[in-house]
C-alpha cells in the first residue's frame, strides 16, 4: 500500500503562485508515474499534471500549460506541483495520486491522498 498526503494548499490572489508537494510512503514510487488531479464542485475530478519514474517525461492539462511544473524527488518519495499565474478557475481541492499506469494517459492510479483546497481569488 501507498500512503499519499499533500500539503501546500491554500488562498492565493490571481496571478500569485503556490507549491503543493505530496509525501508518499509505504512503498516507494520511484519506478512509477505520478500524477496531481484537481476536483472543483460539481465538476468532475481530472488530470492536472502527470510524471513519469525518472521525471524525464511530463504531461499537463491544456488549461494549465506554462503556468504549471510538475517534479519529483525520487530519493525523498516525493512530488510536487508549482502552480504559477494563478486564476480564479484554478480553485479545486488538488490530490496527489499513483502509481499511474502511464504519465502520458489520464487514468488515475489505486491510491489517493486526502487533498489539499486551493482557492485562487480574483
Known amino acids: 500500500q501507498v500512503q499519499l498526503v499533500e500539503s501546500g494548499g491554500g488562498l492565493v490572489q490571481a496571478g500569485g503562485s503556490l507549491r503543493l508537494s505530496c509525501a508518499a510512503s509505504g512503498r516507494s514510487i520511484s519506478l512509477y508515474p505520478m500524477g496531481w488531479f484537481r476536483q472543483a464542485p460539481g465538476k468532475e475530478r481530472d488530470l492536472v499534471a502527470a510524471i513519469g519514474p525518472g521525471g524525464e517525461l511530463t504531461s499537463y492539462a491544456d488549461s494549465v500549460k506554462g503556468r504549471f511544473i510538475i517534479s519529483r524527488n525520487n530519493i525523498k518519495n516525493s512530488v510536487s506541483l508549482q502552480m504559477n499565474s494563478l486564476k480564479p478557475e484554478d480553485t479545486a481541492v488538488y490530490y496527489c495520486?499513483?502509481?499511474?499506469?502511464?504519465?502520458?494517459?489520464?487514468?488515475?492510479?489505486?491510491?489517493w491522498g486526502q487533498g489539499t483546497q486551493v482557492t485562487v481569488s480574483s
Open positions: 495520486n499513483g502509481p499511474m499506469v502511464s504519465a502520458i494517459a489520464s487514468t488515475p492510479g489505486a491510491y
